[in-house]
């Protein structure tokens, strides 16, 4: 059974309303769209509050038997109710915040153990120093650019991203823009709302026949390649490495792309090597009449020279996705040069903003971080080795995880210190400067592995899961 559609909230799945609704479970309640609202642990559901949002179950969930500490998720900036739900049906306390000032996410922080964001929340190194708390992080985007990830690893936390699930949503919206480029609709559209009609054929053009130059040739950049041919475009693409070609694309030095490109479109990440990467000498070698389009990093174009290129005509029309700078939130005013520009189409960085690619995102980072908590697998993280896990941990056993410094005699140490218990299972992987080991072994010593652990010369941080009755696990 479900709610009906009238009890139902706006974006949260019914399934879950029915569970946040059982008698007694402790909850954090805030709707989707308002400032977060808490529940105190000593007060239970009221009948009305499943009606106005959100989340979680009591941490006594059954999912949740082998680890009896509290976990706290902070999900930022909108991070889809999917990954919300995943959390709670875990048992996790679950607190939304749409925008928090940098004092205002520290003090947060503080009894944090899971973190969401997308591309706007900043975790330098002093925001991570309050968290001391903090497990892991998730990136419900691709971006990792705005947290410290050598400092994060350095401290033993992993941090998560989704590389591929927003892939085809920016593709599609290139090939969406290419077109409207090529037809000048952008002008068309604000020119007939100002009650101007003015048809024309002069300047406009069918995509087909025409080349697209795509640089960086990653999940983004491929998959455009395989939508442009189909509308039967020719495409060139250049990489900093060698790339397979999909279909009949062609790879090609930066300088012979712009040449020969009708459409060019950036798709790299946020590197010192990619800021600046089409510079203003990039654009005038650019074909006369061409288009670019740029939804990756507002960094990597010229926007100056690209706003002159299109006042002069050099330049037939531009797509923009991402800026230099960006406003931190709806109520800042944005400027750029390319306001008012010619055939120049500006959108608030939606490359990745469709229900499907949120909605997979939210499934794939937050059951990454849930596995990662649970059971301590790192596959899929960006900064720490990846580890993966050899099976479920089995009753009577507990499974050690710890992080230490990349030094010689380290795994001496820590053979060692769990040799008074049966190893069924090992695993380990170095990198970044830190080490990262998975050991399970049958022994009721947790708390005294523990200590011995972190008391190791070079050890970063440690914590136990331990399957079976009367463990209070410990992290």
Not at 34 to 46: A, K
Not at 118 to 132: G, H, N
Not at 166 to 184: C, D, G, H
Not at 421 to 441: A, E, K, P
Request: some cysteine; overall charge neutral; glycine content about 10%.
């Amino acid at each position: 059974p479900s709610l009906p559609p009238s009890r139902r909230s706006p974006g949260v799945c019914p399934q879950f309303l029915l569970q946040s609704r059982v008698p007694g479970h402790r909850v954090t309640v805030c709707h989707s769209r308002d400032p977060i609202r808490r529940i105190g642990d000593d007060e239970t559901l009221p009948s009305s509050a499943a009606e106005i949002g959100l989340l979680t179950a009591t941490q006594n969930h059954p999912a949740r038997k082998h680890l009896t500490m509290p976990i706290k998720v902070l999900l930022m900036e909108n991070v889809h109710d999917i990954a919300a739900s995943a959390f709670a049906g875990e048992g996790f306390t679950v607190v939304r915040h749409t925008k928090l000032s940098q004092e205002e996410l520290e003090k947060e922080l503080a009894d944090t153990n899971i973190i969401g964001i997308r591309s706007k929340t900043m975790l330098p190194k002093e925001t991570l120093d309050k968290a001391p708390n903090l497990l892991c992080i998730g990136c419900f985007c691709i971006g990792t650019d705005t947290i410290d990830l050598p400092y994060a690893t350095s401290k033993g936390i992993p941090v998560f991203n989704s590389p591929y699930a927003n892939s085809r949503s920016v593709a599609e919206l290139i090939i969406a823009q290419m077109v409207t480029l090529a037809r000048q609709t952008g002008d068309r559209s604000m020119e007939i709302h100002k009650g101007i009609w003015n048809k024309k054929s002069a300047g406009c053009y069918e995509v087909r026949g025409k080349t697209l130059g795509i640089v960086g040739y990653g999940h983004v950049g491929s998959q455009l390649s395989v939508l442009a041919e189909a509308m039967g475009m020719r495409v060139l693409f250049t990489d900093v490495v060698n790339m397979l070609a999909l279909g009949t694309a062609t790879q090609v030095s930066k300088a012979e792309l712009l040449a020969k490109s009708d459409f060019v479109s950036l798709h790299v990440p946020r590197l010192k090597s990619t800021e600046n990467l089409i510079s203003e000498s990039d654009i005038a070698d650019m074909k006369p009449g061409s288009y670019i389009l740029n939804a990756s990093r507002g960094k990597v174009v010229d926007v100056d020279a690209t706003a002159a290129a299109l006042k002069s005509g050099h330049l037939a029309g531009a797509y923009f996705d991402v800026y230099p700078s960006e406003p931190k939130g709806y109520t800042e005013e944005f400027k750029s040069v390319l306001q008012g520009c010619p055939n120049t189409v500006l959108t608030p960085h939606i490359g990745g903003s469709t229900e499907e690619a949120q909605t997979g995102i939210g499934v794939e980072v937050s059951n990454k971080l849930i596995k990662y908590v649970n059971m301590g697998p790192t596959t899929g993280s960006v900064n720490v080795p990846n580890v993966d896990i050899g099976g479920a941990l089995e009753d009577g056993y507990t499974r050690i995880m710890n992080y230490h410094k990349d030094v010689p005699g380290v795994m001496r140490a820590i053979n060692d210190i769990v040799s008074v218990g049966n190893v069924s299972y090992q695993t380990l992987r170095t990198g970044g400067g830190v080490g990262y080991v998975i050991v399970d072994l049958k022994a009721d010593v947790s708390s005294t592995i523990k200590e011995k652990l972190e008391a190791m010369d070079h050890s970063v941080r440690t914590f136990l899961v331990r399957q079976g009755a009367g463990y209070q696990g410990t992290m």
